[in-house]
């Protein structure tokens, strides 16, 4: 049997965990323990437990039960570790499948594989509107994503998603709106083609679908991509293929401390009087609750009026998996008459000719339930006078399994 030092240290390699300065709570694991900053941090994420006298006891052989304790934390974790330590953890969890299904974790996170399969989704109920029109509308959409391990580096992944207004006539036409195959080559290389979530900086350019093939080196600290392919949001959405916008985005991602993100872009368009793009962004963290970030975009050489920029303060963070966590932020957008914005990751009611403030607010109703509000205020064209534009809100509940 293994001694529980060296089961730990094994755990912290395979769940990817890292937790600076975590607080050791075990009156037997003392600094100079060469497994102390391990055990600290398994201990800071509730993936190991000591004893009711507050020891670890870590010379002591793990049992079966206890391992598969923490192969439960495991799986919990699956979507935030590399293909490596995913086919680890899957191991794992046929190896104490037993054991596992005497915790009640078969209910939770082994019923929705089967074999190499498994499937996550979501649900909404949105409302929106204006406050000078009638045009405000209910409706509601349904995802669930299909995925399937090809082999240890492989992984294949199909969405289906249907959408409807309230009282619209019809059924809800579902579509696969993302279809994609990803291959990990070693620890630091991936290539994903196919259609796919492409974010360029922090979503101020473009967050949307884009068809193609993107490749990424690097870890989440230090890493640069490349995409090539055809963006099919905002302007370009309901286009054939052939009419969407074919770009190149090179992109640098960074974060010099555990507490600031640095991006940086340049996407080179290919497509005749369109000008290239290129912005950065920074995120950073005041304490344990406020957040402060911005981002600039710029088409190349259509001066002042290609310009675009956000900057924003929020406090706390809502997880769809505490109940009674909430976040509130207030952002500024500027965006100029031909700002890059294609397909925005924020709710503002235009892409171009618009400055103004959004308020956000999330809270954590019931376990992966959240709710969700947004509205704008002092909307404005970028013209001088007789400027203003009506103001946006919106509401949506959000459900994930």
């Given at each position: 049997?293994?001694?529980?030092?060296?089961?730990?240290?094994?755990?912290?390699?395979?769940?990817?965990?890292?937790?600076?300065?975590?607080?050791?709570?075990?009156?037997?694991?003392?600094?100079?323990?060469?497994?102390?900053?391990?055990?600290?941090?398994?201990?800071?994420?509730?993936?190991?437990?000591?004893?009711?006298?507050?020891?670890?006891?870590?010379?002591?052989?793990?049992?079966?039960?206890?391992?598969?304790?923490?192969?439960?934390?495991?799986?919990?974790?699956?979507?935030?570790?590399?293909?490596?330590?995913?086919?680890?953890?899957?191991?794992?969890?046929?190896?104490?499948?037993?054991?596992?299904?005497?915790?009640?974790?078969?209910?939770?996170?082994?019923?929705?594989?089967?074999?190499?399969?498994?499937?996550?989704?979501?649900?909404?109920?949105?409302?929106?509107?204006?406050?000078?029109?009638?045009?405000?509308?209910?409706?509601?959409?349904?995802?669930?994503?299909?995925?399937?391990?090809?082999?240890?580096?492989?992984?294949?992944?199909?969405?289906?998603?249907?959408e409807k207004e309230f009282g619209a006539e019809g059924a809800p036409k579902a579509e696969l709106d993302r279809v994609y195959v990803q291959h990990n080559f070693g620890k630091y290389a991936t290539v994903t083609a196919?259609?796919?979530?492409?974010?360029?900086?922090?979503?101020?350019?473009?967050?949307?679908?884009?068809?193609?093939?993107?490749?990424?080196?690097?870890?989440?600290?230090?890493?640069?991509?490349?995409?090539?392919?055809?963006?099919?949001?905002?302007?370009?959405?309901?286009?054939?293929?052939?009419?969407?916008?074919?770009?190149?985005?090179?992109?640098?991602?960074?974060?010099?401390?555990?507490?600031?993100?640095?991006?940086?872009?340049?996407?080179?368009?290919?497509?005749?009087?369109?000008?290239?793009?290129?912005?950065?962004?920074?995120?950073?963290?005041?304490?344990?609750?406020?957040?402060?970030?911005?981002?600039?975009?710029?088409?190349?050489?259509?001066?002042?009026?290609?310009?675009?920029?956000?900057?924003?303060?929020?406090?706390?963070?809502?997880?769809?998996?505490?109940?009674?966590?909430?976040?509130?932020?207030?952002?500024?957008?500027?965006?100029?008459?031909?700002?890059?914005?294609?397909?925005?990751?924020?709710?503002?009611?235009?892409?171009?000719?618009?400055?103004?403030?959004?308020?956000?607010?999330?809270?954590?109703?019931?376990?992966?339930?959240?709710?969700?509000?947004?509205?704008?205020?002092?909307?404005?064209?970028?013209?001088?006078?007789?400027?203003?534009?009506?103001?946006?809100?919106?509401?949506?509940?959000?459900?994930?399994?």
């Open positions: 049997m293994m001694k529980k030092h060296l089961a730990v240290l094994a755990a912290t390699a395979v769940l990817g965990v890292t937790s600076a300065f975590a607080a050791n709570p075990f009156s037997d694991v003392t600094p100079q323990d060469w497994a102390y900053q391990a055990v600290a941090q398994l201990a800071s994420q509730g993936i190991v437990n000591g004893y009711p006298d507050g020891t670890f006891k870590g010379q002591q052989n793990i049992t079966r039960y206890e391992m598969a304790q923490m192969v439960a934390k495991a799986l919990v974790r699956q979507d935030r570790v590399d293909a490596e330590q995913n086919a680890i953890i899957n191991r794992l969890a046929n190896e104490f499948s037993a054991e596992l299904n005497n915790l009640g974790v078969r209910v939770s996170t082994l019923e929705n594989k089967v074999g190499s399969f498994k499937f996550t989704g979501d649900a909404r109920l949105k409302y929106e509107g204006k406050n000078d029109a009638r045009d405000s509308k209910f409706d509601y959409r349904g995802r669930v994503q299909f995925e399937g391990t090809v082999n240890d580096n492989t992984k294949a992944v199909v969405r289906l998603a249907a196919g259609r796919q979530d492409l974010v360029v900086g922090n979503g101020l350019v473009y967050d949307d679908a884009f068809e193609g093939a993107v490749a990424t080196v690097g870890k989440d600290k230090l890493n640069a991509s490349v995409a090539y392919g055809y963006l099919q949001g905002g302007r370009a959405e309901g286009l054939e293929r052939k009419d969407n916008a074919q770009v190149t985005v090179y992109q640098l991602n960074t974060m010099p401390t555990e507490k600031l993100t640095v991006k940086g872009f340049y996407a080179d368009v290919h497509e005749k009087g369109v000008n290239s793009v290129y912005g950065a962004s920074v995120d950073a963290k005041l304490g344990s609750k406020v957040w402060v970030g911005g981002e600039y975009a710029k088409q190349e050489t259509t001066g002042a009026a290609g310009e675009a920029w956000t900057a924003g303060v929020g406090y706390g963070e809502a997880d769809m998996a505490k109940v009674g966590t909430w976040g509130a932020k207030v952002q500024y957008f500027d965006l100029k008459k031909e700002a890059p914005v294609v397909a925005n990751t924020w709710n503002v009611p235009k892409d171009k000719d618009y400055k103004g403030y959004l308020a956000t607010v999330d809270y954590t109703v019931a376990k992966n339930v959240g709710l969700s509000a947004y509205a704008t205020f002092d909307s404005k064209t970028q013209a001088k006078k007789d400027n203003n534009l009506p103001e946006y809100y919106r509401a949506e509940l959000n459900y994930k399994f």
